[in-house]
């Protein structure tokens, strides 16, 4: 079964980092790529970032680049996004999901909430 567990999510205030992560099991995450997706309260799926089976490429939304660094450790299964200087529209559910084999997400994790406030 494949499963994808986000972890890492919690209350930061402003300017405050955090490392996520995405522990995948039941398949190899190795042969596929990645993404991180976001849900602010009230508002749709956000694409956040990008990564490929290898990690040699990486892409970001636009807006967040500078301070969003995804990245994947295959040996251990797991993906991570670490953001930095948190803003308050940071604040948002935070998915990590496969790109299945027609390029698009086929299993998505649970989610981690991120919540930015002083």
């Known amino acids: 079964e494949v499963q994808l567990v986000e972890s890492g999510g919690g209350l930061v205030q402003p300017g405050g980092s955090l490392t996520l992560s995405c522990t995948a099991s039941?398949?190899?995450?190795?042969?596929?790529?990645m993404s991180w997706v976001r849900q602010a309260p009230g508002k749709g799926l956000e694409w956040v970032s990008f990564i490929s089976w290898n990690g040699d490429r990486a892409f970001y939304a636009e807006s967040l680049k500078g301070r969003f660094t995804i990245s994947r450790d295959n040996a251990k299964n797991t993906l991570f996004l670490q953001i930095q200087v948190l803003k308050p529209e940071d604040t948002a559910e935070y998915y990590c999901?496969?790109?299945?084999?027609?390029?698009?997400?086929?299993?998505w994790g649970q989610g981690t909430q991120v919540t930015v406030s002083s």
């Open positions: 039941g398949f190899r995450l190795r042969d596929w790529a």
């Open positions: 999901a496969k790109l299945g084999p027609p390029g698009e997400f086929d299993y």
